[in-house]
């Protein structure tokens, strides 16, 4: 029950910052964006563990180094490439590339970890991933893909790819009994510090002038987005493992478009009905525990009755 709620307070939130980021774009400068959602991020946890009295300054050199890795890979980096991309690319395609990490996560669980996969898990994937292709297949379907297109798709899948190491640097953490919080901590502070840097120095100013929806949203984004989602994805991650967390990642625009047709008259069509049809199965084949499907695949099969 602790990792369902887990699941569904992680999926609602963050299918829900892609609203959020709408107003975030075009207003301030990317980076400045994120650094001021990072540093309230960090101020946030670090006031959290401190007042929890966790034990913050018994980490190696070694583990700081991967805090750092940490910082790129969940709190900066990622986000940067993926907010670049959406400069060229439509919500849809942003959407599809980005679920991509969940076939990178079992790819890179099984690479870095020699973690063995099940198969439900794959075929799973399979369907989550065309799923969302469905779901948005009239936007690619009138989607042209020029030359700027295409520099969009390599940043958003270079971003997710990035992302999928920064959750291998989360197990690699867990695994060497540093608490998901404390790891946290360290990596919005080192994301905050390696943005303010960056915006420093250049041209960028750390001023900067926008209307209450901005500022609502980035609130948003840093403590909601950021803080309590992170939390409680690692929490997945190091409970369920990353194959089956990470599946939360196709179910995001699943949220987006809930919250569109709510907010933006979004129409529902067919191929939205397919969408929701393969990514729900998906989801359902991936949490589902492996002895309740062996003993459905056990049930026998119910002869006809033999009539004279």
């Not at 900066?76 to 996560?105: E, K, P």
């Not at 196709?250 to 478009?257: I, M, T, W, Y």
């Amino acid at each position: 029950m602790k990792n369902w709620l887990l699941y569904i307070i992680t999926v609602l939130i963050w299918g829900s910052t892609w609203l959020a980021i709408e107003f975030q774009l075009g207003q301030v400068n990317e980076v400045v964006s994120l650094f001021y959602r990072f540093a309230i991020s960090a101020l946030c946890m670090w006031g959290f563990v401190l007042w929890r009295k966790l034990p913050m300054l018994q980490f190696t050199l070694v583990d700081h180094g991967f805090f750092i890795l940490l910082a790129m890979g969940n709190f900066g980096l990622n986000y940067l490439l993926l907010y670049w991309a959406q400069g060229s690319l439509t919500s849809a395609m942003a959407s599809i590339a980005f679920s991509f990490m969940l076939v990178l996560n079992i790819l890179n669980t099984r690479l870095f970890f020699a973690k063995p996969i099940a198969l439900k898990t794959y075929f799973g994937a399979l369907l989550g991933v065309t799923g969302i292709i469905a779901l948005f297949w009239q936007d690619l379907s009138a989607a042209s893909f020029s030359s700027a297109t295409f520099v969009g798709l390599v940043l958003a899948l270079s971003g997710t790819f990035i992302a999928s190491l920064g959750n291998m640097v989360s197990i690699r953490n867990s695994n060497r009994a540093i608490g998901v919080l404390e790891g946290n901590a360290w990596g919005m502070l080192y994301s905050s510090i390696l943005l303010g840097l960056y915006v420093l120095f250049s041209p960028q100013s750390f001023l900067i002038q926008a209307d209450t929806s901005y500022w609502v949203s980035l609130f948003y984004l840093a403590i909601f987005g950021t803080v309590i989602a992170f939390a409680c994805y690692f929490s997945l991650l190091k409970n369920i493992g990353p194959e089956r967390a990470s599946y939360i990642i196709v179910l995001f625009p699943v949220v987006a478009v809930l919250l569109s047709t709510w907010f933006e008259g979004f129409t529902w069509q067919l191929n939205t009905f397919v969408g929701f049809g393969l990514i729900c199965f998906g989801n359902l084949l991936v949490l589902m525990p492996k002895k309740v499907i062996a003993k459905f695949m056990r049930r026998p099969v119910p002869h006809a009755a033999n009539i004279n």
